[in-house]
């Protein structure tokens, strides 16, 4: 198949969804990305598995050991980790929607709808607009789902401020108010992809109803400590920098090459493991087909071509700070909030 005449579907246009046929951003230079090898293509499922089942895991012991322990030292070690926990799970989320975890599409769904809730992510949602994220970055279309205030980032106070920032909240509330009363967000034109994402935030009403509930009949403040506080005060700025380094200071609306729009970076062994691969974030938008398991073999074979580098995520994070890395003008990027 060549790069040019991707996969159509019969009502949404080029394919936006799968490995080798998808619609693919512009890249300078010979497009190689629709020979590369098969084997580049394998799921791991078994790998994902075991990653999301540590993650559960995780949070099961940690909410056990608040409501066996329900000390204030507990209370401080469960909210960091817990709240990282959940940032973490979107990683995993971003795998199931590009269909990279499993090979059967619902289930791929069900897993991502889990990944989501902690943090209200919407696992359609999430995907309607990152998979168009892929397909149109470099070009105006490009829009993202966590859309993040990354404006004043040049100093301690504004790189905190913008960590803190909860204003995606008031996105999420207004989609279940939408879902609530029958209608869909009217930026999905996908009359499918909107009935699911419908679907997922009445899912998240159903949740923060029993959450509610168990609070109110219990008089019990555990969801405060496992679930709301580490979700506000840990996930969400934790979630905000490992976004951060993936395109913010780059062109992204008017730079059609992914080599240099999107940065990498040179994270250790836990970097690499919490975002899930997406330090090689160059290499996941050369060819987002490409499973998150096998994106390193990918990153080795067009490293020589990669030109957005960074040496660690703490020199990323500082030249930011330090005004070195600065957001760029909103007509040459989608991170505008």
Known sequence: MSATKPRTTADDGPNLDGTKGVLLAPVRGTDTRRSLPDDLFAKRQGRFTAKFLFAIAVIVAFWAAVVMIPTWWMIVIAVPV?????AHLVELQHECLHE?????RW?????????GIPMLSSFSHYKYEHLRHHAYLGTPQNHEFFNYRFEGLGSVRGFLRACFHLGRYLDVFADIGRSLVGRTNPRVIKPTAAKKIRTEYLGFAAVLAAGIAFTVFTGSPLLLFVWVLPALLVAEPVHFLVELPEHFGLNTQSDPDVLTNTRTVHGGRFAKWYTNG???????HFHQGVPMAQVPKLHTIIEDRVEIVEPSYRSFYTNVITGHIKYVDQSETCMTR
């Open 278 to 284: 997406n330090d090689l974030h160059t290499a996941h």
């Open 107 to 115: 289930l791929n769904r069900l897993a991502g709808f889990v990944c």
């Open 100 to 104: 990279h975890a499993y090979g059967r």
């Open 82 to 86: 817990l709240g990282m926990t959940y």
